[in-house]
């Protein structure tokens, strides 16, 4: 294991932003990439051999390829191998699909390597495992650290820290096209799987100081922005909350919504009333063949919702804590973060890559720089307190993701 070698699992639309920041960082020496797909490494490949960056040992400029190493392999199929490969490494970044995220975190146990990932979530007794393992490895495991979960917890732990007593933390968060375009007003930012299951899975929310599910799409309101006064929004229940529910139990009312243009959940149900989520395949009468309908939609709305040459993106980004700073007090204040990012054209990067991968990757900086040193298994906004918060909204911000903060009493 050298100092300053991390390994990114997944090269994906999140995999190759994490893999490029890490690459311009000078406290990286070299960074491992694994994905099955050969065609995608082979793009970072490319991408990196245009860029420059700065040796941290001679101080001179090199290609960031030359820190760069792909791995094609199927982590699936080839554990023992990504066992052996990962222990190589000094820290891990995991930025794969929902359904292989568990094995990604097994397998950098096993090999005995810090690891932070964009989506391993909370379960009581699987965190709970995983907290015992790493601390007897004595390695740090840092869960769902992208945008949502992820920053928007962070934003939300701290906010919550600053109040004595706190009635409620509301998050809004999404990724939309600048321009509302039919169909759906919406365009496939991550994993087209990704987005329906967010509409699918139930949400855990927290009412009345209990943890609770309730289905994704459901409480439906508007929404606006000062900075679009002529455009609207909605937002709608969405399973975001992660590990908040654990480590903020004092707030009686938490949850996580989806900030789509408005009329975006509407159009969702109906494919829903209509059947077009069903797994369960159907017989097709002019064919005879048997089709599932969500295989058939996710397959459509990939290629109907792609993002094209000249399309853009941005992310809106809302976080309120409601509450008092004193006990006693009488005045209700909330602390309000928000944030609107745009679409990079100068390097032709998404708001949602950007947005997701940088706070993921700059913990996983921050991890590697010795400044989380906590072991076990640390939800983000544990690791991301205090001074390092101060850091990490600096880091973000010279990356070009600004987070506005502001307080005032609640009507």
């Given amino acids: 294991m050298t100092k300053g070698d991390v390994v990114v699992l997944g090269s994906g639309l999140m995999g190759f932003s994490i893999a490029m920041d890490l690459l311009e960082s000078s406290a990286v020496s070299k960074v491992a990439v694994v994905d099955s797909s050969g065609e995608r490494l082979r793009g970072l490949q490319v991408r990196a051999s245009r860029l420059s960056g700065l040796d941290q040992t001679t101080g001179r400029n090199l290609k960031l390829a030359d820190k ?16 052996t490969l990962l222990s190589k490494y000094e820290i891990g970044v995991g930025a794969l699909p929902h359904e292989i995220a568990e094995e990604a975190v097994k397998s950098a146990l096993e090999a005995g390597i810090n690891f932070v990932d964009l989506i391993y979530s909370w379960h009581h007794d699987r965190s709970t495992s995983v907290d015992t393992k790493a601390k007897q490895k004595g390695v740090t495991i840092i869960p769902a650290c992208g945008l949502a979960p992820g920053l928007t917890s962070i934003l939300a732990k701290n906010s919550a820290d600053q109040m004595e007593e706190v009635d409620s933390v509301k998050i809004k968060v999404g990724g939309i096209p600048e321009v509302p375009k039919q169909p759906l007003n919406y365009k496939v930012v991550f994993s087209i799987e990704s987005v329906l299951e967010e509409y699918v899975r139930e949400a855990l929310v927290v009412r009345d100081g209990k943890r ?75 064919t005879g063949n048997r089709v599932s309908p969500r295989a058939l939609l996710s397959t459509l709305l990939d290629k109907k919702l792609a993002m094209h040459q000249g399309d853009k993106d941005m992310t809106l980004l809302r976080v309120d804590v409601q509450g008092r700073k004193r006990k ?26 950007r947005t997701t991968a940088h706070p993921c990757s700059t913990v996983a900086l921050m991890v590697l720089e010795g400044k989380i040193t906590e072991r076990g298994f640390i939800p983000p906004e544990l690791a991301i307190k205090d001074d390092r918060f101060d850091e990490f909204l600096s880091r973000l911000e010279l990356k070009g993701l600004n987070i506005k903060e502001r307080e005032f009493l609640a009507d």
């Fill in 68 to 83: 760069l190493q792909i791995v094609e392999m199927d982590i699936v199929k080839k554990k023992e191998e990504l066992q």
């Fill in 328 to 353: 006693g007090d009488k005045s209700t204040r909330i602390h309000q973060y928000e944030m609107i990012d745009r679409f990079d054209v100068a390097t032709q990067t998404t708001s949602m890559a």
């Fill in 212 to 286: 609770v599910m309730l289905p994704a799409l459901s409480e439906v309101e508007d929404l606006t922005f000062h900075q679009f006064p002529d455009q609207k929004f909605e937002a709608f229940i969405t399973d975001g909350l992660s590990t908040l529910s654990e480590t903020l139990r004092r707030v009686k009312f938490m949850e996580e919504k989806t900030i789509r243009w408005k009329g975006h959940a509407n159009q969702i149900q109906l494919l829903m009333d209509l059947g077009f989520f069903s797994e369960r395949p159907v017989n097709l009468k002019t």
